[in-house]
Nanobody
Framework: QVQLVESGGGLVQPGWSLRLSCAAS????????MAWYRQAPGKQRELVAT???????VYADSVTGRFTISRDAAKNTVYLQMNSLKPEDTAVYYC?????????????????WGQGTQVTVSS
């Protein structure tokens, strides 16, 4: 069993910053790629940023230069530093991870998701 738990969301004004965290726990052998997605009301879930186990990153055009994804491998945790926030960044933010888990017969691969954390940017 694996859990992803997000934290750090909230209500901020335009131009402010927030830092989201997502910690993976459970029967983890290895965490591969980790990512942040977001879903605004009435819209499809979209990819915000990804980071590989080697530290390579990819960002959506809409957040490039404002958001930074990072990870702490020892803590199985991924972060999203969000600067210069805009009202259009308002959404529920979800983390996901590709995880190699320990099972009774050896190892298995799963894609795990967090429960989401609300980010609201409004004056």
């Amino acid at each position: 069993q694996v859990q992803l738990v997000e934290s750090g969301g909230g209500l901020v004004q335009p131009g402010w910053s927030l830092r989201l965290s997502c910690a993976a726990s459970g029967s983890i052998f290895k965490v591969n790629a980790m990512a942040w997605y977001r879903q605004a009301p009435g819209k499809q879930r979209e990819l915000v940023a990804t980071i590989t186990s080697g530290g390579s990153t990819v960002y959506a055009d809409s957040v490039t230069g404002r958001f930074t994804i990072s990870r702490d491998a020892a803590k199985n945790t991924v972060y999203l530093q969000m600067n210069s926030l805009k009202p259009e960044d308002t959404a529920v933010y979800y983390c996901s991870a590709a995880i190699v888990v320990k099972i009774t017969t050896g190892l298995g691969d799963i894609d795990s998701w967090g429960q989401g954390t609300q980010v609201t940017v409004s004056s």
